[in-house]
């Protein structure tokens, strides 16, 4: 296996439907060919999305998937249903006709270029603050307009008092429309329109689902201050209804494999049909899929634009699994995958001993991700929601029940099942990533306690090519954007090596001979240096990115802001590097 494995995001599978977390296919498939047979089965306990499914099926493996997650099932089992693509088209259309019929043509517009009719493409909204000084309402996005698009020179029109994001909410309001138009081969602004259809939702069966104070996304979105505690309070009316219609629609399709694939490309466009769908002058920034958070400007976009993309990238995933399994498998089994997808905890796999081939998964990282607050806004429009009280994290705050000893407990527990179930000789390869070295330490006790041991010549970085919000905006970040592939076996009677603590003058000199080998960013040097503790046997508890990053700074490296990588300054070359 190399050393650093690179890979694109853009592979047809992974553009069909975003999840928090996803290992991309291409990742995936060297390591299923170098530790599994051909036809061979491929386990995952943490399955997520089901990408490990996809590429044991485009692969020829079997593959058996398991997760608490009910959104991730519903996820994973679509992407291995192939479906007749003439049949699904045909589908697709169908139930937005019918939605179009109930609801009437709620995008409508006149265009106020020719007077003719148009269609509404997305409509921009701006948060409506109040004042901080006069008290008065204060619409952000023009604030910022008659500020010359300059946050720090926006203030009140009444009293120029200066106005921001952080303060308080009191309204929303349209204030831009892109519309199709016959007169033009792009899209028009023009100003907003008030449709002439009214939306009545007390006719609307729509999901009434709060999300609670006792989620840890919740707090960490201060939904309370804001008070979008409702999944359908982060849609507009208009989009709400014609979600619900639609879906209604989609849930009668006699045909199981096509009503589950429709459903699939429904939960795909879900959160940019909402509120939580970023504005910007130059392009859409998207979704946070991370948080709940809704921007002062954000869009509303036209839900069956948003539907018939999903169909199209959908269709193309279904072929790129196809066309690879044709090299894999007899033609019969084309559109046939052998991957089954279990709702189950990873601490209780339910198969038999020394039955799989191979395990690849990608565990939740500690505290970086709430995957099943997150989840609750698809699984709204499902049947079930995720057992909060199973999820393998660690909660930020300090009441949490979901503490750092329990998610050791799983992951032991859980890896200790991926040894029973493996065929002697067999492999688990593990994605993992943290900033803290405290939370690799635990990986380390988790991993010998499972009675595996790690191959230390077959640590790989994975490299998907992103960079967190807080190092684009400062250039040193404290949030790891690569992951570990660690791979193990079992360690048969073996006994694992005592674990040495290391001193912060190695730390240091280490951390000095990586960065001068190679100009790579801060999370490449963290990973280096978590890949040389692993392989000299050092307790990692002591080794944190944010120390790494400390360490650079006083030693005089700075950041390309444009390609994050570490670039020698002047200052501080004597300075040291703890």
């Given at each position: 296996?190399?050393?650093?494995?690179?890979?694109?995001?853009?592979?047809?599978?992974?553009?069909?439907?975003?999840?928090?977390?996803?290992?991309?296919?291409?990742?995936?498939?060297?390591?299923?060919?170098?530790?599994?047979?051909?036809?061979?089965?491929?386990?995952?306990?943490?399955?997520?999305?089901?990408?490990?499914?996809?590429?044991?099926?485009?692969?020829?493996?079997?593959?058996?998937?398991?997760?608490?997650?009910?959104?991730?099932?519903?996820?994973?089992?679509?992407?291995?249903?192939?479906?007749?693509?003439?049949?699904?088209?045909?589908?697709?259309?169908?139930?937005?006709?019918?939605?179009?019929?109930?609801?009437?043509?709620?995008?409508?517009?006149?265009?106020a270029f020719c007077g003719r009719d148009g269609t509404l493409a997305k409509t921009v909204w701006s948060v409506v603050v109040e004042c901080p000084g006069c008290k008065?309402?204060?619409?952000?996005?023009?604030?910022?307009?008659?500020?010359?698009?300059?946050?720090?020179?926006?203030?009140?029109?009444?009293?120029?008092?200066?106005?921001?994001?952080?303060?308080?909410?009191?309204?929303?309001?349209?204030?831009?429309?892109?519309?199709?138009?016959?007169?033009?081969?792009?899209?028009?602004?023009?100003?907003?329109?008030?449709?002439?259809?009214?939306?009545?939702?007390?006719?609307?069966?729509?999901?009434?689902?709060?999300?609670?104070?006792?989620?840890?996304?919740?707090?960490?979105?201060?939904?309370?201050?804001?008070?979008?505690?409702?999944?359908?309070?982060?849609?507009?009316?208009?989009?709400?209804?014609?979600?619900?219609?639609?879906?209604?629609?989609?849930?009668?399709?006699?045909?199981?494999?096509?009503?589950?694939?429709?459903?699939?490309?429904?939960?795909?466009?879900?959160?940019?049909?909402?509120?939580?769908?970023?504005?910007?002058?130059?392009?859409?920034?998207?979704?946070?899929?991370?948080?709940?958070?809704?921007?002062?400007?954000?869009?509303?976009?036209?839900?069956?634009?948003?539907?018939?993309?999903?169909?199209?990238?959908?269709?193309?995933?279904?072929?790129?699994?196809?066309?690879?399994?044709?090299?894999?498998?007899?033609?019969?089994?084309?559109?046939?995958?052998?991957?089954?997808?279990?709702?189950?905890?990873?601490?209780?796999?339910?198969?038999?001993?020394?039955?799989?081939?191979?395990?690849?998964?990608?565990?939740?990282?500690?505290?970086?991700?709430?995957?099943?607050?997150?989840?609750?806004?698809?699984?709204?429009?499902?049947?079930?929601?995720?057992?909060?009280?199973?999820?393998?994290?660690?909660?930020?705050?300090?009441?949490?029940?979901?503490?750092?000893?329990?998610?050791?407990?799983?992951?032991?527990?859980?890896?200790?099942?991926?040894?029973?179930?493996?065929?002697?000789?067999?492999?688990?390869?593990?994605?993992?990533?943290?900033?803290?070295?405290?939370?690799w330490a635990l990986i380390q006790r988790s991993i010998a306690n499972a009675g595996l041991m790690i191959e230390p010549d077959k640590l790989v970085v994975l490299n998907?090519?992103?960079?967190?919000?807080?190092?684009?905006?400062?250039?040193?970040?404290?949030?790891?954007?690569?992951?570990?592939?660690?791979?193990?076996?079992?360690?048969?009677?073996?006994?694992?090596?005592?674990?040495?603590?290391?001193?912060?003058?190695?730390?240091?000199?280490?951390?000095?001979?990586?960065?001068?080998?190679?100009?790579?960013?801060?999370?490449?040097?963290?990973?280096?240096?978590?890949?040389?503790?692993?392989?000299?046997?050092?307790?990692?508890?002591?080794?944190?990115?944010?120390?790494?990053?400390?360490?650079?700074?006083?030693?005089?490296?700075?950041?390309?802001?444009?390609?994050?990588?570490?670039?020698?300054?002047?200052?501080?070359?004597?300075?040291?590097?703890?």
């Amino acid at each position: 296996m190399p050393e650093e494995l690179s890979v694109g995001r853009g592979d047809p599978a992974y553009m069909a439907h975003a999840y928090l977390t996803k290992v991309p296919v291409p990742a995936i498939e060297p390591f299923i060919a170098a530790y599994s047979p051909s036809g061979g089965t491929v386990v995952d306990p943490f399955a997520g999305s089901g990408m490990t499914g996809v590429a044991a099926a485009m692969m020829g493996r079997k593959a058996r998937l398991f997760d608490i997650s009910v959104l991730g099932q519903h996820i994973g089992q679509n992407f291995v249903n192939l479906v007749d693509p003439e049949q699904f088209t045909k589908h697709a259309e169908e139930v937005v006709r019918a939605t179009r019929a109930e609801l009437g043509d709620v995008y409508a517009v006149d265009c106020a270029f020719c007077g003719r009719d148009g269609t509404l493409a997305k409509t921009v909204w701006s948060v409506v603050v109040e004042c901080p000084g006069c008290k008065e309402p204060v619409n952000y996005y023009r604030s910022m307009e008659a500020a010359g698009w300059r946050k720090a020179d926006m203030v009140c029109g009444n009293c120029h008092a200066p106005v921001s994001s952080r303060n308080r909410r009191i309204g929303e309001e349209p204030v831009l429309d892109s519309i199709s138009s016959q007169c033009s081969t792009t899209q028009l602004d023009q100003a907003p329109a008030i449709s002439s259809i009214s939306i009545d939702l007390k006719k609307i069966d729509y999901p009434r689902v709060e999300i609670t104070p006792d989620r840890q996304m919740y707090k960490a979105s201060a939904l309370g201050k804001s008070g979008m505690t409702t999944i359908a309070s982060f849609y507009s009316d208009r989009n709400l209804a014609v979600l619900a219609t639609l879906h209604k629609y989609i849930k009668n399709v006699d045909d199981v494999a096509i009503r589950n694939k429709l459903l699939f490309a429904f939960t795909a466009c879900l959160t940019r049909a909402s509120k939580r769908y970023q504005w910007s002058r130059q392009r859409p920034l998207n979704a946070a899929n991370a948080n709940y958070y809704v921007a002062a400007v954000f869009y509303e976009w036209n839900v069956y634009e948003l539907f018939f993309r999903k169909i199209t990238a959908v269709l193309k995933s279904d072929i790129y699994v196809r066309t690879a399994r044709k090299g894999h498998v007899e033609r019969s089994q084309v559109s046939n995958p052998d991957v089954t997808y279990n709702i189950g905890s990873a601490d209780r796999i339910a198969l038999d001993d020394d039955s799989v081939d191979y395990v690849f998964t990608d565990p939740p990282f500690g505290s970086n991700l709430f995957y099943a607050d997150m989840a609750l806004f698809q699984e709204a429009w499902l049947d079930g929601f995720t057992d909060v009280d199973q999820e393998a994290v660690i909660d930020r705050s300090k009441e949490g029940k979901r503490t750092a000893e329990r998610y050791e407990t799983l992951l032991t527990s859980a890896l200790r099942e991926c040894n029973r179930i493996l065929r002697p000789g067999g492999h688990v390869s593990m994605v993992f990533g943290n900033s803290s070295g405290s939370v690799w330490a635990l990986i380390q006790r988790s991993i010998a306690n499972a009675g595996l041991m790690i191959e230390p010549d077959k640590l790989v970085v994975l490299n998907k090519g992103q960079r967190s919000v807080k190092g684009l905006a400062s250039g040193f970040e404290d949030v790891a954007t690569l992951d570990l592939i660690i791979t193990m076996r079992e360690a048969d009677g073996e006994v694992p090596t005592t674990l040495k603590a290391v001193d912060r003058v190695t730390v240091a000199a280490t951390i000095q001979e990586l960065a001068n080998v190679s100009p790579a960013t801060p999370s490449h040097l963290y990973l280096e240096l978590l890949r040389t503790g692993i392989r000299e046997g050092w307790e990692l508890d002591k080794l944190d990115l944010r120390d790494v990053t400390t360490a650079l700074i006083a030693d005089g490296w700075d950041i390309d802001s444009k390609t994050g990588r570490l670039s020698k300054g002047d200052a501080g070359e004597d300075n040291g590097l703890w």
